[in-house]
């Protein structure tokens, strides 16, 4: 799988970079190629990821983490205030996540 990824990052950095300009040396090599790269991991939406850029998937994940946290601190507090303190080590058990 990882090997059908990279070829398709080589595919896109050949047509989309190496293919469209003509680099002096390599300094200009180096900083075409930074710039094109750091467009391609920041800026250009991603089929893989939803359609989304790398930044806007990082964001929705975490904040996906952020809510599911939450939701598990509440259901732990129910869960505690509902049942007192009968075992407060006991770990909860049948927490269903939606």
């Not at 896109?12 to 002096?24: G, H, I, V, Y």
């Not at 007192?84 to 909860?92: L, T």
């Amino acid at each position: 799988m990882a090997e059908c990824t990279d070829e398709s990052f080589n595919g896109k950095l050949r047509n989309e970079c190496l293919s469209l300009q003509w680099f002096r040396n390599r300094v200009d090599a180096k900083v075409g190629i930074e710039q094109w790269r750091r467009h391609y991991n920041e800026v250009r939406p991603h089929s893989s990821l939803g359609s989304l850029t790398p930044v806007e998937f990082k964001a929705a994940c975490v904040a996906s983490f952020t809510e599911g946290a939450r939701r598990l601190r509440q259901l732990a507090l129910i869960e505690k205030t509902t049942n007192g303190d009968r075992n407060a080590n006991q770990p909860i058990t049948g927490v269903i996540l939606q």
